[in-house]
């Protein structure tokens, strides 16, 4: 699955070419691949992202191939955003747990 996900993509060039998830995972199980998933799709993705050097773009049109830098810097920038968002996220879930610990211990 991860070969035909890799074929389909370098066809998707730039964003106007591309692909939701729910797309691929039609498309794939119309191949035969019944256990293609938006899950299982998303987690190649990130395979072939990390280990096969394929510069994979996301957005609200769907995923595509990177055509110019403007792409990639897009794309980059977007993820930091998201890291930062995460961070947040979990600075403020680490801050909740500190104060129920601080408060788990003054009801000793």
């Not at 794939?28 to 899950?39: H, I, P, R, W, Y």
């Not at 993820?79 to 610990?101: G, H, P, V």
């Amino acid at each position: 699955m991860a070969e035909r996900i890799a074929a389909g993509l370098r066809r998707c060039i730039g964003v106007k070419k591309a692909i939701k998830c729910r797309q691929m995972v039609d498309k794939l199980k119309a191949e035969g691949f019944q256990n293609a998933s938006d899950t299982k799709v998303r987690d190649i993705i990130r395979h072939l992202r990390r280990h096969q050097g394929m510069f994979i773009c996301a957005d609200t049109h769907g995923f595509y191939m990177a055509v110019t830098r403007d792409d990639r810097r897009h794309q980059i920038n977007s993820m930091k955003s998201r890291i930062k968002e995460m961070n947040e996220t979990l600075q403020a879930f680490l801050n909740i747990e500190e104060n129920d610990r601080r408060q788990a211990e003054m009801d000793i």
